[in-house]
């Protein structure tokens, strides 16, 4: 059974930093690319970075560019999200997803929360 456990969120005062993890289970963590979304409050799910499987290469949202860095511990099946500069826009549930075949996989979330 996949598993996807994120952690890591919390309330941050704006400029400040978080980093969150995913611990994956259930797959075979190398073999698959990772991503994280966010989805803020009253607003649909937003794509902000995925990292391919490899570690060769990372993509990033626009709106998260220069702010926020994907990485992942295959040996710990997990992936992180350092969150830097972080602005009240930013608050919201973060999602760790993957995709196997046609089914797009989700965590739980993750709450972050930075007042304005």
């Known amino acids: 059974e996949v598993q996807l456990v994120e952690s890591g969120g919390g309330l941050v005062q704006p400029g400040g930093s978080l980093t969150l993890s995913c611990a994956a289970s259930g797959f075979a963590f190398g073999s698959y690319d990772m991503s994280w979304v966010r989805q803020a409050p009253g607003k649909g799910p937003e794509w902000l970075s995925q990292?391919?499987?490899?570690?060769?290469?990372?993509y990033y949202a626009d709106s998260v560019k220069g702010r926020f860095t994907i990485s992942r511990d295959n040996a710990k099946s997990t992936v992180y999200l350092q969150m830097n500069s972080l602005k009240p826009e930013d608050t919201g549930v973060y999602y760790c997803?993957?995709?196997?075949?046609?089914?797009?996989?989700w965590g739980q979330g993750t709450q972050v929360t930075v007042p304005s």
């Open positions: 990292i391919r499987r490899d570690s060769g290469a990372t």
């Open positions: 997803t993957l995709q196997i075949e046609s089914y797009n996989f």
